[in-house]
Structure formats: C-alpha cells, structure tokens
C-alpha cells in the first residue's frame, strides 16, 4: 500500500479564472487537459505534470461536485480554499484492508477517461485525503459513484 508522490492540490474558489490567471502569469504554469467531471475544473501543469486543481467552491456549487467530492467548506479565500491533497498509490486492496483494520472509513469513486480508482476519506484535522490507484487494480471493486455517470 505505498504512497509514490504527492499528486495535485484541489483549490476551491469563487473566480477559477482569476486564479488560474494568477498561477498562469506569476508562477508559470500552464492549462492543460483533464477528465469530464460534469462540473467546472481547470488543472494547472509543471511541464507535463498536473499539480494545482482548481473548481468553484462556495455555497453555491453544483450538485454533481456535491456529488462526486462533497466540500468540506464553503470557504473561497484563505487556507480553506484547499479541498483536498491527493497522492498517487499502489495495492488497493492492502490499503482498503488497511484502512478498514484501523476503523478509517472512506469513498470510492472512478475516473474512467483518467484511469483512476480513488478512496476519499479525512484525516483527524478534517482534512480531506485522496488516494488514486490504476483503475487495473480495482478488479472486482465497484466503487460507489463513477465521474462519468454524473449528469451532464
């Protein structure tokens, strides 16, 4: 079940292209592809990675978002703003069992268009955490909610 790297932060914000603007012109990334969530994303790239997510938040964000990741807070500016961190993994299965051995429950979504099974669950702090596996390792795992059965 380890964990290779950490993998992108999720920044929820009432302007996403204000703040995708900022991060473009000031620290040099740049806008590149992602998956149909069916709600608005922007991801921001160093070179060929995708490092910083952007997605509206507020009170007033779409059911599929509510949906797919929940929010935590409705926060648009400060450290709220981060709605999750996410790292990549490996051993699905060790890691499911290893969380269900220490009592840590935890969401399972799909991402098929990014080959992708993720858990969702939260630290002792509330702090959102997302681990992403192959989707090849979750043979015979159904995850509870897939990206691309979202409404339109």
Not at 80 to 102: N, P, Q, W, Y
């Amino acid at each position: 079940m380890p964990l290779h790297h950490i993998e992108h932060f999720l920044i929820q914000t009432a302007d996403m292209a204000a703040t995708r603007d900022w991060y473009v012109k000031v620290l040099g990334l740049r806008e590149g592809e992602h998956p149909d969530f069916k709600f608005p994303v922007c991801w921001l790239y160093i070179g060929d990675t995708d490092i910083i997510h952007i997605t509206e938040g507020g009170k007033d964000v779409s059911a599929n978002r509510m949906k797919y990741l929940g929010q935590h807070s409705n926060a648009v500016q400060g450290t709220g703003v981060i709605d999750h961190v996410a790292f990549r993994c490996t051993d699905l299965k060790d890691m499911m069992e290893h969380l269900h051995s220490l009592g840590i429950s935890f969401n399972k979504r799909q991402v098929d268009d990014q080959g992708l099974f993720q858990l969702f669950l939260f630290d002792p702090n509330g702090i959102k955490v997302e681990l992403n596996f192959a989707n090849s390792e979750a043979q015979g795992i159904r995850p509870e909610l897939m990206a691309s059965n979202l409404d339109a």
